[in-house]
Nanobody, 123 residues
Framework: QVQLVESGGGLVQAGGSLRLSCAAS????????MGWFRQAPGKEREFVTA????????HYADFVKGRFTISRDNAKNTMYLQMNSLKPEDTAVYYC????????????????WGQGTQVTVSS
């Protein structure tokens, strides 16, 4: 069993920055990949970014390229999402996920999920 817990969400003004963390605990024996998804009110959950176990590959949705950066520290069992130049349309609940996806941008490819952290960007 793997537990994922997000933190770092909150309220920020447009143009500001936030750093989200996702801490993994439990029975972690596999070299899993991880990713971030988000869901805004009234909309479907969408892919944000993903990273492989050894950080050898990253993937970003077009709408966050150049603004968001994903990273991970396996020694701390923690993944991070640095979000800069935030926009009101970034407002959503952000979820971290882990698993062994073949398609990094498909939520159903992931096995473990956190409960989410709210990010609100005001204009």
């Amino acid at each position: 069993q793997v537990q994922l817990v997000e933190s770092g969400g909150g309220l920020v003004q447009a143009g500001g920055s936030l750093r989200l963390s996702c801490a993994a605990s439990g029975r972690i024996f596999s070299r899993y990949d991880m990713g971030w998804f988000r869901q805004a009110p009234g909309k479907e959950r969408e892919f944000v970014t993903a990273i492989t176990w050894a950080s050898t590959s990253t993937h970003y949705a077009d709408f966050v390229k150049g603004r968001f950066t994903i990273s991970r520290d396996n020694a701390k069992n923690t993944m991070y999402l640095q979000m800069n130049s935030l926009k009101p349309e970034d407002t959503a609940v952000y979820y971290c996920a882990a698993g062994y996806p073949n398609k990094y941008d498909v939520s159903a490819q992931y096995v473990y999920w956190g409960q989410g952290t709210q990010v609100t960007v005001s204009s």
